[in-house]
């Protein structure tokens, strides 16, 4: 999810029972969609929705009856206290992304999770890596032979070079029978 999506998440919108989160919020069709939940989101939701003081999840310092603007401040100062390298939220939006695609998620599916309406905008954020595109290229040979070889098991000239081996293995046998009768 985008920051502000997440910010301006309201009580209402979490369907914990069903486990997602109904994003009514979005400048197009596909950022307003319903969210699969993982365990540990549907918890962490369940908390602060447990704790609720307005409508959303996440207020808005001085009203309760807006949500939050931005966390930059409290995610840098956490930043410093943890002694880890800056970063921005949105970052977690392409690592996330990025995680997916190599995982297998295929980008459709990843889209729509993103919110976005168009393929070109999941490239932005699924970054594969070297490693990644390599072994997406062994699984590619592996299918293809797979394949070919399918197809060569299936062809007529096998099934009857197959046959022919066959009965020569059967003649060559029973004459083996014989030999050893005589």
Do not use: W
């Not at 319903?34 to 409508?55: D, F």
């Amino acid at each position: 999810m985008r920051p502000e999506e997440v910010y301006r998440i309201r009580v209402e919108n979490v369907h914990f029972e069903q486990s997602f989160l109904f994003n009514p919020d979005g400048e197009t069709r596909a950022a307003k969609r319903r969210i699969p939940l993982n365990r540990t989101a549907l918890e962490i939701l369940k908390r602060r929705a447990a704790s609720a003081e307005g409508v959303y999840l996440f207020l808005h310092r001085r009203r309760l009856d807006a949500p939050m603007v931005k966390a930059n401040n409290a995610h840098s100062r956490a930043l410093v206290a943890c002694k880890v390298r800056p970063f921005r939220l949105y970052d977690l939006r392409h690592t996330s992304a990025t995680r997916a695609a190599q995982a297998g998620m295929d980008l459709t599916t990843l889209a729509a999770l993103l919110g976005h309406s168009k393929l070109n905008m999941v490239m932005r954020y699924a970054h594969p890596q070297e490693e990644h595109q390599s072994a997406a290229v062994r699984l590619l040979e592996a299918a293809n032979a797979a394949k070919q070889i399918a197809e060569f098991e299936s062809s007529p000239t096998i099934s009857t070079t197959r046959q022919s081996l066959e009965q020569i293995i059967s003649d060559e046998k029973s004459e083996e029978k014989t030999n050893q009768i005589n």
